[in-house]
C-alpha cells in the first residue's frame, strides 16, 4: 500500500460520498441518547461532507485517516476470529484520529464499540469496521450533544 497526496485525496472523496455513514451516525445517536437520557441532534450529509473536508484539511490527520481508512478496507482474514484484534484495533484508532484530542478520542473508541455491533456486511473483515469508526469518529466531533454546546463547568479560570 502506498500512501500519497492523491491516494489521501482518493481517500477523503471515498468517504465523503459514503451515503452510509451519516445514516449509520444518526443510528448511533439515536440508540446513544436513550441511554443516557438525552435527545441527540441528527446530521445531515452535508454537514457531515463538511466535517470530512474539515478532518481532510489538516494534512497531519489526513494522511492518517486515509492509511487507516485503506488498511481497513482492504483487511480481510478466512477465519475472521484471528483478525478480530487487529480490525478492532485498526478500527478504534480511526475513530480516535477522526474524532481529535481527548476526552473526544476516548469517547470515539468506545462509541466505536458501541456503533460496531450494530454495523455488518462488506466485502471484508474490516469493512464493517471502518464505517464503524468513521461513524463513531465523526459523530463525537459533531455537534449535537448538549454537554458539548456549553462551557465546561470544570475550566478554572486564571487568576
Do not use: K
Not at 489526513?62 to 484484534?85: H, I, K, Q, T
Amino acid at each position: 500500500m502506498e500512501v500519497t497526496p492523491a491516494t489521501v485525496a482518493d481517500e477523503r472523496d471515498r468517504i465523503r460520498d459514503d451515503e452510509r455513514v451519516p445514516v449509520l451516525i444518526n443510528g448511533v445517536r439515536d440508540r446513544l441518547g436513550p441511554l443516557f437520557g438525552v435527545e441527540v441532534d441528527h446530521v445531515d450529509a452535508d454537514v457531515y461532507r463538511e466535517e470530512v473536508d474539515a478532518v481532510f484539511a489538516d494534512g497531519d490527520r489526513a494522511v492518517n485517516v486515509a492509511g487507516l481508512s485503506m488498511l481497513l478496507r482492504e483487511l480481510d482474514c478466512p477465519e475472521d476470529y484471528p483478525g478480530f484484534v487487529v480490525d478492532e484495533f485498526l478500527g478504534r484508532q480511526l475513530a480516535s484520529t477522526v474524532a481529535g484530542n481527548q476526552p473526544l478520542a476516548l469517547l470515539s473508541e468506545a462509541t466505536f464499540h458501541f456503533a460496531d455491533v450494530h454495523v455488518h456486511g462488506g466485502n471484508t473483515a474490516g469493512a464493517d469496521d471502518r464505517r464503524a469508526a468513521l461513524a463513531a469518529g465523526f459523530q463525537t466531533r459533531l455537534p449535537g450533544w448538549a454537554w458539548r454546546e456549553s462551557p465546561s463547568p470544570f475550566a478554572v479560570d486564571p487568576e
